[in-house]
């Protein structure tokens, strides 16, 4: 798949200490073959090349940073601008109800799509209702009936009335039971038609919705894209919702929509049940589709909050490996203002066993720490393998703590250093140095 292809090309990348624009082309020959594999329409594939080769070719690299690394960040940054940059929340009714148009093709998922959606937002404590308007299948209404029951959300039905007059009906019922979210579940067809888009054309007329959004299927690539381009000329598009993200799609749909339609992926469902939807975050998909977790979300997070001064002192530690006692408290520090440390090592793959360390972050404990540390001696910061039993004890007196929590303070450390060794590499970022030629 694309993540797979995207890392063997970076992988010849990594080891080189420079690249020159011919290897800044080789890369992106591939890269260019690889999205077109995933089925990315070709114009946007030819778009995207250019612009990732105009940033890298000439472009600052950061510092120890190898240049290969330095075009992932690029393809990287690119890729979140192709899909929007950031999420893209849903519309609001300046007055109650908000109303959502749900649309699309037979079987791409919108009835299931209609309830998830109801159930997100019930869990924000909106109240949802929603409105069956696909009357043509009689086991449609009832599909989303069952849905409705299992999350306890009210389904409008008027069983086979015109969806017109049901979507309309399905408003005033709405106001009069405070329910200040419609999701009407429209009809699909297997192929777009006249008759579909009349129907759909009329509801909108009708209803005037805040949003109509297309329900896709991801895994049919360039398909979906073009589906997304005639609903979009046809009834205006407020926004897109991928679903079966969670199966081996290619990528292409994600890629392409937002460059094609100018619409914005507002959701994504990624699998049959219903808490299965997410909103969709361009930044977490390119990292998805670059095959490294959330790495680089952490990298720029760490940019923006450690300084780079006591970066590059700690990049010397680690070099040194004298990591200690005060660097560990400086670091822990450092990641409290980053933000919640368990949001942080889950982006980091492999790194679930660190996890525990999270607990020790919260406004308490770390002024038990910080306590605790500064106890020790300055020796004993710096070397804790001297800290023994009665050592242990004189520390846990004076900082008002107990010897088990020196303990597991101590515990911590060690498993912060490797930690911090693991991921040496991140600090390298900070600072500024050669280019690309
Ligand atoms: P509709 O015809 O557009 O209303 O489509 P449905 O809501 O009936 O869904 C068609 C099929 O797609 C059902 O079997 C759903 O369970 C499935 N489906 C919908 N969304 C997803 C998704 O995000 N992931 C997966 N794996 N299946 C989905
Ligand atoms: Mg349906």
Redesign the pocket.
């Known amino acids: 798949n694309l993540s797979n292809k995207f890392q063997e090309v970076f992988k010849k990348l990594k080891g080189k200490g420079k690249l020159t624009e011919e290897d800044v082309n080789l890369a992106l020959r591939e890269v260019r073959i690889a999205l077109l594999e995933a089925d990315v329409n070709f114009q946007v594939v030819k778009d995207f090349i250019a612009k990732v080769k105009e940033k890298a070719v000439g472009h600052e690299v950061l510092e120890s940073l190898t240049p290969g690394q330095q075009v992932i960040k690029i393809v990287h940054e690119e890729l979140i601008n192709l899909m929007g940059k950031t999420n893209a929340k849903l519309n609001d009714a300046g007055s109650p109800p908000t109303i959502i148009m749900?649309v699309?093709?037979?079987?791409?998922?919108?009835?299931?799509?209609?309830?998830?959606l109801a159930h997100f937002l019930k869990k924000q404590g909106k109240k949802p209702l929603l409105v069956a308007a696909?009357i043509y299948r009689p086991a449609?209404i009832k599909?989303l009936q069952v849905l409705g029951d299992a999350i306890d959300v009210p389904v409008f039905t008027m069983g086979e009335q015109s969806p017109v007059d049901i979507a309309k009906a399905s408003i005033n019922f709405a106001k009069s039971n405070l329910k200040n979210y419609v999701i009407i579940?429209t009809a699909?067809r297997l192929h777009i038609n006249e008759e579909l888009m009349d129907e759909l054309k009329k509801i909108k007329e009708e209803v005037s919705p805040h949003e109509i959004l297309l329900?896709v299927?991801?895994m049919t690539g360039q398909d979906a894209v073009n589906v997304a381009k005639s609903f979009n000329e046809e009834l205006g598009l407020t926004g897109v919702i991928?679903?079966?993200?969670?199966?081996d799609t290619k990528g292409g749909a994600a890629l392409s929509v937002k460059a094609v339609t100018g619409c914005p992926i507002k959701f994504?469902?990624?699998?049959?049940k219903i808490e299965?939807?997410e909103p969709f975050y361009p930044d977490r998909m390119a990292s998805r589709i670059l095959g490294m977790g959330d790495v680089l979300t952490l990298i720029e997070k760490a940019q923006a909050a450690i300084d780079a001064e006591k970066a590059l002192k700690m990049q010397e530690k680690l070099k040194s490996r004298d990591f200690d006692l005060e660097d560990f408290l400086d670091s822990l520090q450092q990641i409290k203002k980053m933000g919640p440390l368990e949001q942080l090592l889950g982006m980091i793959p492999g790194m679930g066993k660190v996890k525990d360390i999270a607990g020790m972050v919260d406004e308490k404990e770390l002024k038990h720490i910080e306590a605790i540390i500064y106890s020790m001696t300055p020796e004993e910061r710096r070397k804790p393998e001297i800290i023994d039993g009665s050592r242990k004890k004189r520390i846990a007196k004076g900082s008002g703590t107990s010897i088990q929590e020196v303990n597991r303070l101590l515990k911590q450390f060690e498993q912060m250093k490797k930690m911090m060794k693991q991921f040496g590499g991140m600090e390298k970022q900070l600072k500024k140095g050669k280019k690309i030629k």
């Open positions: 749900l699309g093709l037979q079987g791409a998922g919108k009835t299931t799509t209609a309830a998830k696909d449609a599909q579940d699909g329900v299927d991801a991928l679903t079966k993200l969670d199966g994504a469902g990624m699998g049959e299965n939807l």
